[in-house]
């Protein structure tokens, strides 16, 4: 029996479900165990009206004193109640539940769990859940896994698999052997999957987490480790003689670059003149001007006759920085040439040829650019853009393509040097630390749910000015939902706030690659006014004519993640505006808001972003746009990140790719993350 068997083996499901397995990215057996809950219900003490707290999610046990009411709203149906348990009153609402009038009945007591929030002065419920006290002291005992959903699937439907799938786990699987687990107090992994799964208290739990946790940074470090070794000789075999057209290049530019861009550059050229392998970190600031770093060097090794490589890790950014790049590279009479997976067979071909035969100079693309078919010739530079998003193996696939070529990777993600040296201990660092001059900088707000419709009003308005709006959808809480129906809904709701010539559009990450191209060109050029759209914009995009991102549920992300949404933004001549919409406004919230209110530099919010972090947040805010782990969040995890290293760091590079092939019986591509169009 093989864990990369198809679900089809797993008791109870059948075709139909396979198919919605498949749609959560679902294949094998492995996959599913490792498909980890992102949070667990827990179902805390019953509280007193008096007690409860606005933006917690609270039980309480109440009366139903008087009768339950149904109104029709706008679009929807208004159940509503009061209920009093001798300490106060609360109103409770729902919505399209009209069904709850006959239900509920009067003079009963039952456990309401919902989510408080304040309307006028009180606080109240909406939407909440209704139990039975003896079904709510049943809850209290257990942790109850929340999975990550999509339309077809429940919990339960995920929990029966995952108990299936759980029997078929066996010690020997275990690639850590049992006295490094003793040593570093690591829960064995057959153990581990089944409580991360099926818990059976707080603490166990917590320690099933933190082996997986450590699994991951601890492979991922010794996967680059073993990259490392195979450039251990840093001799290059790429010859840079001539810099002319680079520097025709530069001296054209319509601007002068910035001191930062200079600094960097001779950095790059000196690696690659003095005949040592490159292999360097530019990381930068949204808007510090990284692609035109990649473009100089990209030009350097085509002058001298080899062939560089630009991997962004969407279609959208491939093209934008194709268009870029061919605009700049015509002039010198270099060549580039794109590959991205919705191109057909035909135009694939045709690209392949061209490569192959070294009729082009600069190839830029997406993942399609490490598959098997393309064949290089004197590959001598591989750059990759938004370098959080792609796994090591995808880099390592990359340079498998040249020999030994140069490497270059670019992130706009700031993160905390203590991190960064942990994460990219391998490579030599450039930093970007200056934006090109005259930049507007960003007038920011934080602000709570009452002040939508002012916002609305200071969107239409931008609108009116010919300007363009991102609106940062709110994240799905209530776990029926896909990112995609919640992005839709969004639309459709603004659609009646806005005036019906204002154009809206939606783009979430499951929608074709097709599709997102279209999307994103059509905003692009500006037929498009609002685009509504979860995080997936945060990679690198630039629509200059776009002046204001509204973030809805800002309290929801990490700060760093905010800021580098925000980056989509001034990025052109005009002033541009950031509002983050705080869905409660607790001080804590307000406070770690405040930050971003109050600083435009990303390494100094990603300090900060590290620094308030708690326990409470393993579960909580994640970091979803930096490096993409699946479990862990360098943030919250910082410390087993720093185990990990530290572990990482006694072992041998044999060793490491000892035990990097064992660990892929279980892990198999779990270091090769974003599938391709599936990721934006
Ligand atoms: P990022 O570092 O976020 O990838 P980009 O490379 O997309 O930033 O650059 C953002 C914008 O700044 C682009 O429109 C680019 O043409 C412009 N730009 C880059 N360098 C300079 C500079 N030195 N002076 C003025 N504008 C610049
Ligand atoms: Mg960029």
């Not at 997986?212 to 492979?219: A, G, Q, S, T, Y």
């Not at 995808?394 to 140069?406: S, Y």
Request: with cysteine.
């Amino acid at each position: 029996m093989s864990l990369n068997e198809s679900i089809s083996s797993v008791k109870g499901i059948g075709e139909k479900t396979e198919k919605l397995f498949n749609k959560l990215d679902i294949y094998t057996k492995s996959d599913l165990l490792k498909y980890f809950p992102k949070g667990y219900e827990r179902f805390d003490e019953i509280k007193h009206i008096d007690e409860v707290t606005e933006g917690q999610v609270c039980a309480i046990y109440a009366l139903l004193k008087g009768g339950v009411a149904v109104r029709s709203g706008r679009r929807l149906k208004i159940t509503a109640c009061e209920v009093t348990d001798g300490t106060g009153v609360m109103s409770l609402t729902w919505f399209n539940m009209p069904f709850l009038r006959s239900s509920l009945k009067q003079g009963v007591h039952y456990v309401f769990r919902g989510n408080i929030i304040k309307k006028n002065g009180s606080v109240k419920m909406e939407q909440p859940k209704i139990m039975s006290i003896e079904e709510y002291t049943l809850k209290q005992k257990v942790l109850q896994p929340i999975y990550p959903l999509t339309k077809g699937i429940t919990s339960l439907m995920i929990s029966k698999a995952e108990k299936n799938a759980i029997k078929e786990l066996y010690a020997g699987l275990d690639y850590l052997e049992p006295k490094f687990r003793k040593e570093k107090d690591l829960m064995a992994l057959k153990d581990a999957i089944e409580e991360i799964h099926f818990p059976k208290s707080d603490d166990v739990m917590l320690d099933a987490r933190k082996r997986l946790v450590f699994d991951e940074f601890f492979l991922f470090l010794l996967a680059a480790k073993a990259e490392k070794s195979d450039m251990a000789d840093k001799k290059s075999i790429y010859k840079i003689d001539t810099d002319i057209k680079t520097k025709k290049l530069i001296a054209d530019l319509p601007y002068k670059l910035t001191g930062a861009q200079e600094r960097t550059f001779s950095e790059m050229e000196f690696d690659m003149k003095e005949g040592f392998i490159m292999n360097r970190l530019i990381q930068g600031d949204v808007g510090s001007g990284k692609t035109i770093l990649a473009a100089l060097a990209l030009c350097l090794v085509a002058e001298n006759g080899y062939q560089g490589a630009l991997m962004a890790p969407t279609e959208v950014l491939a093209r934008q920085h194709y268009d870029e790049l061919t605009g700049l590279f015509d002039p010198l009479g270099i060549k580039v040439t794109l590959i991205v997976g919705s191109m057909s067979a035909k135009e694939k071909k045709a690209a392949y040829e061209l490569i192959a035969s070294h009729e082009t100079d600069i190839v830029i693309g997406t993942h399609a650019l490490i598959q098997e078919k393309v064949v290089y010739d004197k590959l001598a530079l591989v750059i990759t853009d938004e370098q959080h998003r792609f796994g090591v193996k995808q880099r390592e696939k990359l340079m498998a393509k040249g020999d030994k070529p140069h490497v270059c990777v670019m992130s706009a993600t700031p993160i905390p040097r203590t991190l960064a040296v942990i994460l990219y201990g391998d490579l030599d660092i450039s930093i970007v630390d200056e934006l090109p001059k005259g930049r507007k900088a960003i007038k920011n707000c934080v602000v709570g749910n009452s002040y939508r419709e002012k916002a609305y009003s200071f969107i239409n308005k931008e609108i009116m000015a010919g300007h363009q709006v991102y609106i940062i959808c709110p994240m799905v809480s209530e776990s029926e939902k896909t990112d995609a129906e919640n992005v839709e809904d969004y639309t459709e709701s603004l659609k009646e706030v806005f005036d019906p010539r204002v154009r809206i559009a939606s783009l979430y990450g499951k929608m074709s690659a097709d599709e997102k191209n279209r999307v994103m060109e059509d905003f692009s050029n500006g037929k498009i006014d609002i685009l509504v759209s979860t995080t997936v914009v945060e990679v690198g995009v630039n629509v200059p004519n776009a002046t204001v991102m509204l973030i809805e549920n800002a309290e929801r992300f990490g700060l760093a993640q905010l800021h580098q949404l925000r980056g989509r933004v001034g990025r052109g001549d005009a002033q541009s505006y950031c509002i983050f919409m705080a869905g409660n406004t607790s001080p804590e919230v307000m406070e770690r808001l405040n930050i971003l209110n109050n600083s435009n530099d990303g390494f100094k919010i990603a300090e900060e972003d590290l620094r308030l972090r708690g326990p409470g947040d393993l579960f909580g805010i994640r970091q979803s746009g930096d490096l993409s782990f699946n479990i862990g969040d360098i943030y919250n995890d910082a410390s087993v990140l720093k185990e990990a290293s530290d572990a990482a760091s006694c072992i041998s590079t044999n060793d490491a790719k000892t035990i990097l092939e064992k660990a892929e019986v279980f892990y198999s591509n779990a270091f090769c993350f974003g599938k391709e169009g599936n990721v934006l």
